[in-house]
C-alpha cells in the first residue's frame, strides 16, 4: 500500500471540498493510504502568476517544508501540479528539496493511472464533454494534444473509459482555453469570458450534459458563466464523476 | 508609473469582443488557419524532428552569429552585393534613405519586411519625398487605409471583402459594391503592375540569409518581391542579424516548415535564392540589429530569435484570435510580439506577457520550439521586478500573499468568505468593484472546507 | 564601419555556449511513385500537371491549353514551342515584357513533395518574363523529380552569383477573407509539363 500525501489546492479546500474529498475516496479505493498534511495552504501560483514571485516565495516554502517527509504527493489540479514540478526550481533556486517536491508531485489523474495503474469500473451514464485543462495536457502532457504530430494518447479519457454509460462527446475544438488563465480570467475579463462561452458553445453543440476536467479553475470559471446565463450544464471534476460512478 | 498604459491590450481587446458577431468572424477566420496548419503538418510524419531540427539549427547559428556574419558578408560581396550595418531603426532608415536619393529613386516597391515596419520606414521616406508602394495585397490594402497590419502573414486579415470593396471602389475605381475577392484581387493586380513597371526600386526583407554563400532567400506566393526586384536596377534587401543560417542545405529544414506552419501549404509560390545583382543592376543588403543583439545577451529569452515569422502562434492563440492584432499595439503581434516588444519598450508594453492565458498552445505550434508561453511567464516576474505590474495586481498579490502565508489568516478569511458571500445582497456582491462577477456567478459557497470534513472524518464524526 | 563593429562587438559579447550544428542523411518523406505525388502536389498548388513521353509533342498538348493557343506574345526558353515570337535572351529591357501572354521555360527538376520545380538563370535570361507573363508552362524531365526538399538541395546547383527559386504553381494569394485566389501578382496560371 502507497502512503500518499494528498495536496489540495487552496481553492478546492475552500470552495469545492468534494472534490478533494472524492480524490482522497478514489486513491484510497485504488490502493493508497491517503494522509492529509494540514500545514499546507497554497502552491503560490497565483500570485507566481501575476509575476510577484516574491510574494509566491513563503507559499513555496511552507508547502515543499509540508511535505518533505512523503515519497508520493497528489493533486487533484494540474496547474498547480505544474507549478510544483516546473517552476519551483526557478522559484527557489539551489533548493534541493524543492527540487525533490518537483519530481515527487503528481496530478491526480497521471497518478491513478502511471502509478496506481487504476482501471475504475462503474456506472455514469451521462454525456460529457471532457475538457482538456491546459496545464495538465501541455505542461503535464496527460494527453498528446491536437497541436503536435505524435502518438495518440490521453490519460483521463482512458481513466473514463471504462465506465458504462458515459458518452463522451465530441467537440470542435478537443483543446482550446478555456480563458480561466488565473489572473487573466479578472485582467482580461472580456477574452476570458469571451473563450469560456465559446468553450460552453462547443459542448453544448456536441450535446453535452455535464463538462467535465481535471482542474476545478477551468470547471469554476466555466460554471460561474453557465449558472449567470441559467444554463442546464453542470460541471464535475473526474474525480466526482469516478467517485459517483462507483460509491 | 501609469497603469492606465498597462491596461491597454485588455481595453482595446474589450472593445474588439463587444463586436460579438466580428468577434466570432475574426475568431474562426483566422483558426482556420490553424486547421490549414494541422492538416499540412499531418502529411509530414517528420514534422516533429523537423522542428527539433530547426531548432538546433538556429540554436547553433546564434551561437556562432558574428562569424556567420561575418562570413556572409564576404560571400555576399564577392557576388557583387553591397553590405551595410545598422545599429538601429534610425541607421537603417538613414542608409536606405542616402542609397535612394543618391540613385535618384522617387518611387520604391516594397514587399512583405517585418522588420521596415518595426523601423517605421514607410513615412521617413514618405516624409523625404520618396513614394513608397506596399505591393503584398494586404499590406496594399493597409497601406490605402493608413493602417498597420494585424497580422504578419494576412495583414488585412481583420477586414471584411465588403470593406475591402468598398476601399478599391474609392482608391482603385472598381464598381460600388464589388466584394468579390477574386475581381478585387485583379483590380489589385493591374494597379500594382503599373507600380512595378514604373518602380526606380525594390525593397524586399530576407526570408534567409546563408552564410556559406552570401545569399539572400525570399519567399512570397504573390510574386511581388520577384516582380519588384527583377524590373528595377536597384534591389535593397533589409534583414535583421537573426536571419542567418549557416549552410544552403539548412533551407530544406526552415522551408519545409514555414509555408505549412504559416498558411498550410508546402511551400510558398516563389521561394527566391539571390545570389548577387542581376547583370547590370545593383544588389544592396542592409543588416540590422535594432535591438536583437540585447535579446541575445539575455538567456531566458534568446530563443525568440529563432523566430521566422510564422505567426502559427498568432493563429493559434485564443487571446490574439478574440482580441486582433491591433490590440497589441505593436508590429508583430501575438505570444511572439508579447515577447519582443517588452525589450524595445518596456513600460509601454507592459500589459503584452498578461495578454495571454499561459495555455501553451503557441509552444507547441512553433516550428522552431521556441519556448513562448514559459517566456511570457518570465517577463511577468521581470516586470513585476521592475515595479511595471499595474497597481491593482501588485496589491492584489500582496494582499493574497499574506492571508495565505499563514494557516490561521487562511482558514479565518476562507470561513468568512463562505459565511459571508451567501448573506450578502446581489448588489453589493456583483458591481463594477467585481470583475469576476461581471459575466459569471461567484463559486457556491460549501459550508465546511474539505480539510474540516476531513479532520471529523478522521476524528469519527459523521 | 562603426556599426558594424559595433554590432558585432554587442553580439560576440553575449553569445550563448556553443551547441553543434545538425546533420542528417536520407531523411524526409518519400514516395512509391514521385511522379505521380508530383502530379498531384502541383494540382494542389493550384496548377495542373501534364505528363508527357517525349518532347515532340509537347507543341501539340501545349495548343490544348486555350491561354497558350491564344496567346499574342509568347516568350519560350524551351525549343520546339511554335508560336514562341518574342526572343527572350535579346530583350535589352525587362520592361518591355510588359504584354507578355506566355512564357514556357524548363526546370532543372522537381519536388514530389510541394509540385515545385527549381529554376535557375542559367536558363532563364530576363527572368522578369516569368513573372509578368500572365501565363506559364514549365518542362521538367521526370527522371529529376526528387521526393522531398532535402534531396533536392543535395542535388541542386544554386547560381552564385546569379539567381534561382523554387517555383510551385500559379501565383496566388488568400489575403482577402482568406479567400484563395489564384492569379496574384505573378502569372495567373502555371501547366507543368513531365517529360519521361
Request: charged residues 25%; hydrophobic residues 40%; neutral net charge.
Amino acid at each position: 500500500m502507497l502512503d500518499v500525501a494528498l495536496f489540495v489546492p487552496c481553492y478546492v479546500d475552500q470552495l469545492y471540498p468534494r472534490v478533494a474529498l472524492a480524490a482522497a475516496e478514489l486513491l484510497e479505493r485504488h490502493g493508497a493510504r491517503v494522509h492529509f498534511p494540514e500545514a499546507q495552504i497554497c502552491c503560490g501560483q497565483p500570485m507566481a502568476n501575476s509575476g510577484c514571485n516574491d510574494d509566491a516565495r513563503p507559499l513555496a516554502l511552507n508547502l515543499v517544508e509540508t511535505f518533505a517527509a512523503f515519497e508520493y504527493v497528489v493533486c487533484p489540479s494540474g496547474s498547480c501540479t505544474s507549478m510544483v514540478r516546473n517552476h519551483y526550481a526557478a522559484l527557489l533556486p539551489g533548493n534541493e528539496a524543492a527540487i525533490a517536491l518537483g519530481r515527487k508531485t503528481y496530478e491526480l489523474c497521471e497518478f491513478l493511472h502511471d502509478v496506481l495503474k487504476a482501471q475504475p469500473k462503474g456506472r455514469f451514464a451521462h454525456r460529457v464533454g471532457l475538457h482538456a485543462s491546459c496545464h495538465g495536457l501541455r505542461e503535464l502532457r496527460l494527453g498528446s494534444g491536437s497541436e503536435r504530430l505524435v502518438d495518440r494518447f490521453d490519460k483521463v479519457r482512458d481513466l473514463l473509459s471504462g465506465i458504462d454509460g458515459l458518452e463522451l462527446v465530441e467537440l470542435q475544438r478537443p483543446d482550446e482555453c478555456c480563458g480561466f488563465g488565473g489572473t487573466f480570467a479578472i485582467a482580461e475579463e472580456a477574452v476570458s469570458c469571451a473563450m469560456g462561452k465559446d468553450r460552453i458553445k462547443d459542448h453544448e453543440r456536441g450535446g453535452a450534459e455535464i463538462i467535465a476536467g481535471a482542474d476545478m479553475s477551468c470547471l469554476m470559471h466555466l460554471d460561474g458563466l453557465l449558472r449567470r446565463d441559467r444554463n442546464p450544464m453542470r460541471v464535475m471534476h473526474v474525480a466526482e464523476i469516478l467517485r459517483e460512478a462507483q460509491p | 508609473m501609469s497603469t492606465t498604459q498597462a491596461l491597454e491590450h485588455a481595453d482595446k481587446a474589450a472593445a474588439f469582443v463587444a463586436d460579438e458577431e466580428r468577434l466570432q468572424w475574426h475568431d474562426k477566420a483566422v483558426y482556420f488557419v490553424r486547421s490549414k496548419r494541422d492538416r499540412a503538418q499531418s502529411a509530414v510524419p517528420e514534422w516533429e524532428e523537423l522542428r527539433t531540427l530547426a531548432s538546433q539549427i538556429k540554436a547553433h547559428a546564434l551561437s556562432r552569429l558574428p562569424e556567420y556574419l561575418e562570413q556572409f558578408e564576404a560571400a555576399a560581396q564577392a557576388t557583387g552585393a553591397v553590405v551595410h550595418w545598422a545599429r538601429d531603426a534610425a541607421e537603417h532608415n538613414q542608409i536606405i534613405l542616402e542609397l535612394l536619393n543618391s540613385r535618384g529613386v522617387k518611387r520604391l516597391v516594397k514587399s512583405k519586411s517585418m522588420l521596415t515596419e518595426e523601423c517605421h520606414l514607410n513615412p521617413f521616406l514618405e516624409a523625404n519625398g520618396i513614394e513608397v508602394v506596399d505591393t503584398d495585397l494586404g499590406e496594399r490594402i493597409v497601406q490605402f487605409l493608413k493602417q498597420p497590419p494585424s497580422h504578419i502573414v494576412m495583414p488585412a486579415i481583420h477586414l471584411k471583402k465588403e470593406e475591402i470593396g468598398d476601399l478599391f471602389h474609392d482608391k482603385l475605381g472598381t464598381p460600388a459594391g464589388l466584394s468579390d475577392p477574386i475581381q478585387l484581387t485583379y483590380a489589385a493586380r493591374l494597379h500594382l503592375r503599373e507600380k512595378f513597371l514604373a518602380a526606380q526600386a525594390g525593397l524586399t526583407g530576407v526570408n534567409f540569409a546563408i552564410a556559406e554563400t552570401g545569399g539572400l532567400v525570399v519567399c512570397t506566393n504573390e510574386g511581388n518581391a520577384d516582380l519588384g526586384t527583377s524590373l528595377p536596377p536597384l534591389h535593397i534587401a533589409c534583414m535583421g542579424v537573426e536571419k542567418i543560417i549557416p549552410r544552403a542545405k539548412d533551407l530544406s529544414v526552415f522551408l519545409r516548415l514555414l509555408a505549412r506552419s504559416a498558411t498550410g501549404q508546402p511551400i510558398t509560390t516563389y521561394t527566391s535564392h539571390y545570389h548577387g545583382p542581376r547583370p547590370g543592376a545593383e544588389l544592396h543588403i542592409v543588416i540590422v540589429d535594432h535591438g536583437r543583439s540585447k535579446i541575445l545577451a539575455r538567456p531566458e529569452y534568446r530563443n525568440s530569435l529563432k523566430c521566422i515569422r510564422c505567426a502559427a502562434c498568432m493563429n493559434t492563440c485564443p487571446v490574439y484570435r478574440r482580441s486582433g492584432g491591433h490590440s497589441y499595439g505593436v508590429t508583430v503581434p501575438g505570444p511572439i510580439g508579447a515577447i519582443l516588444a517588452p525589450h524595445i519598450d518596456p513600460v509601454k508594453h507592459a500589459s503584452l506577457p498578461f495578454a495571454s492565458s499561459l495555455c501553451g498552445s503557441c509552444t507547441d505550434v512553433c516550428p522552431v520550439r521556441i519556448d513562448l508561453h514559459h517566456q511570457l511567464l518570465t517577463w511577468r516576474g521581470e516586470l513585476a521586478r521592475l515595479g511595471l505590474v499595474p497597481l491593482g495586481k501588485r496589491a492584489a498579490a500582496k494582499v493574497t500573499g499574506a492571508i495565505l502565508a499563514h494557516g490561521w489568516s487562511y482558514r479565518f478569511f476562507g470561513k468568512l468568505a463562505r459565511w459571508l458571500v451567501p448573506r450578502l445582497p446581489r448588489w453589493l456582491l456583483y458591481n463594477r468593484f467585481n470583475p469576476w462577477g461581471r459575466q459569471r456567478e461567484l463559486p457556491p459557497m460549501p459550508e465546511k472546507s474539505f480539510r474540516e470534513i476531513w479532520k471529523e472524518r478522521r476524528d469519527g464524526q459523521p | 564601419m562603426g556599426s558594424r563593429e559595433d554590432i558585432l562587438h554587442a553580439l560576440r559579447a553575449n553569445l550563448p555556449g556553443p551547441t553543434p550544428l545538425p546533420e542528417w542523411q536520407g531523411f524526409g518523406i518519400t514516395f512509391p511513385d514521385p511522379r505521380e505525388r508530383f502530379a498531384r502536389s502541383v494540382a494542389e498548388v493550384g496548377g495542373r500537371c501534364v505528363r508527357l513521353a517525349d518532347l515532340s509533342t509537347l507543341d501539340a498538348e501545349l495548343m490544348l491549353v486555350p491561354e497558350y493557343a491564344s496567346a499574342l506574345k509568347v516568350a519560350s526558353l524551351v525549343p520546339g514551342v511554335k508560336r514562341a515570337n518574342v526572343d527572350l535572351p535579346a530583350v535589352g529591357d525587362p520592361h518591355d515584357l510588359r504584354d507578355l501572354d506566355y512564357c514556357v521555360i524548363g526546370a532543372e527538376l522537381g519536388v514530389a513533395e510541394s509540385g515545385a520545380v527549381w529554376v535557375t538563370n542559367h536558363g532563364l535570361r530576363n527572368r522578369a518574363a516569368c513573372y509578368l507573363a500572365q501565363h506559364i508552362a514549365i518542362v521538367v524531365k521526370g527522371e529529376t523529380i526528387v521526393h522531398n526538399l532535402h534531396e533536392a538541395y543535395e542535388r541542386i546547383q544554386i547560381p552564385r552569383p546569379g539567381f534561382g527559386m523554387f517555383l510551385s504553381g500559379p501565383s496566388k494569394t488568400a489575403d482577402i477573407e482568406q479567400a484563395l485566389v489564384i492569379g496574384a501578382h505573378g502569372p495567373r496560371s502555371c501547366t507543368v509539363f513531365v517529360v519521361g
